[in-house]
């Protein structure tokens, strides 16, 4: 079993909200403090401390600060979804009820993010499967697998974004490419995807840059590499997408090697 991408971050009093994004993992939080907020298309969930939190691969959320004064802590726990169904023999789910109060989930999920801190193996699926056996009563068979977001007509605009990923873009740029003025283009690919064209891009580069951190990373190189203006400018976009500051992030593997 590869238990290679499964990895978690710990964010201590949050001070800035998520704008609209997906991961194309199940993204699995336990709150320790506060009240954190998800809103989704159609569902706004608040999940308080002691509770866990799911979102879907591919699904599009935002994370506003429900309350400023009473700062955020949490960890989350990413599980891609071929990982789930291996677990699952095959079985592709989805969760309906994203938000669950259980004292036996809330320690499988401690039990688990200590097992990956430890990077013991065979611990690490052990965790696992109890960690999923217990979740999987509150999901439902999905009939359709996870895929990117439908992106209709703008397919041909995703590919180019991720094949070029490291360059700079412009509304002028990708309008051509869709043959639509940049006012029509931009309205129809948030209609499409739920997302800007400029939040989309800049989540994708930052999710990209993320996968090339490691401990030995020079996380200059990344924000130039990227395009972004300057340090500064990739550590404020990067936390504003993943929470933690790509420092803080480098720091997080480094304590757990």
Known sequence: MILDDLEY?????????FPKHFHE??????????IEQIDFENQRLFSEAGSISITNPYEIHSNPLFDKKNQLKFDTIYI???????????KNIKFI?????????????VELKNAIDKQEQENIEFHLQQ?????????????????????NSFRQINNYIETHI??????????KIANINKFGFAKKFKTSTGMSPINYILM????????????????TTIAYQYNFTDLAHFSKTFKRFVGISPKNYQQ??????
């Open 9 to 17: 971050i710990t964010i201590e009093n949050q001070t800035t909200e």
């Open 25 to 34: 993992t199940f993204c699995i939080s336990l709150i320790h403090k506060g």
């Open 80 to 90: 891609p979804n071929q990982l789930m169904k291996n677990i699952l023999n095959g």
């Open 97 to 109: 009820n994203r938000k669950i109060k259980s004292k036996d989930a809330n320690n499988l999920f």
């Open 131 to 151: 960690f999923i056996s217990t979740l999987k009563s509150y999901s439902q068979e999905n009939e359709n697998e996870y895929s990117e977001l439908n992106l």
């Open 166 to 175: 490291y360059e700079k873009f412009s509304l002028n740029e990708l309008s």
């Open 204 to 219: 994708k580069k930052v999710f990209s840059s993320k996968k090339l951190i490691s401990q030995n990373t020079e996380l």
């Open 252 to 257: 997080s593997i480094i304590e757990k090697l």
